[in-house]
């Protein structure tokens, strides 16, 4: 079978088996058989297993979620800063769980202590982006009085990493309600975190 874009099916073919066997377990022979081509043929496009886990990781840094998240329907909360942050919440859980994010999130977490070559992945690589966007908005919000004045980081931090946990809490459920129940978490987590953050009247 030959594809319009085989190195593109290379990448993708490489990630589904890099985020369930692990860098180590998975084979170029493996990914060529994938893509419906010789092994040999995978080095017209690659010189090795090495430069295809690199240019994955690459092009996952290279995006911003930001036209994904920051909709104008969303933006349109703002007026509402409690409701906007329930919403903006729903929307990065809904990225997150996009087959090729949920790929690529079980993929630091099997090799976040592990380096090939000289890269070390994180769970960084997944928040970089989403950190930005976060700052933005929390550094808007002290602008316009409506929370705290309190540090963009730390207000960051506090409001992304329990979104990610309950993210990897149930990126494994199978489930037809599992996102029910990531919302449910990330409804609690925004009640809790509004409350600490937001200017009393």
């Given at each position: ?11 993708e ?5 890099f ?41 996952y840094?290279?995006?911003d979620?930001?036209?994904d998240i ?13 409701k906007f942050l ?5 929307r ?16 630091v ?35 316009a009085?409506v ?10 931090e ?38 600490a ?5």
């Amino acid at each position: 079978m030959k594809y319009p874009n085989t190195k593109k099916v290379i990448l993708e073919k490489s990630l589904d088996f890099f985020s369930k066997h692990g860098y180590a377990g998975a084979s170029i022979r493996q990914i060529a058989k994938a893509v419906g081509i010789r092994e040999s043929a995978i080095y017209n496009h690659f010189k090795s297993k090495e430069e295809i886990f690199f240019e994955i990781i690459s092009e996952y840094k290279s995006k911003d979620p930001v036209k994904d998240i920051l909709t104008d329907k969303l933006l349109d909360d703002l007026s509402d800063p409690k409701k906007f942050l329930f919403n903006f919440s729903k929307r990065i859980i809904e990225k997150w769980n996009e087959p090729e994010e949920r790929k690529f999130i079980r993929l630091v977490l099997m090799e976040q202590f592990i380096k090939v070559g000289s890269v070390e992945l994180s769970i960084t690589e997944i928040l970089s982006g989403f950190r930005s966007m976060c700052k933005m908005i929390f550094s808007e919000m002290i602008k316009a009085g409506v929370i705290k004045k309190l540090s963009p980081e730390l207000l960051t931090e506090e409001f992304l990493t329990p979104l990610l946990s309950f993210r990897i809490e149930f990126l494994s459920d199978e489930t037809t309600d599992y996102l029910d129940n990531a919302y449910d978490a990330a409804a609690k987590h925004v009640e809790f975190f509004w409350n600490a953050i937001k200017v009393q009247l």
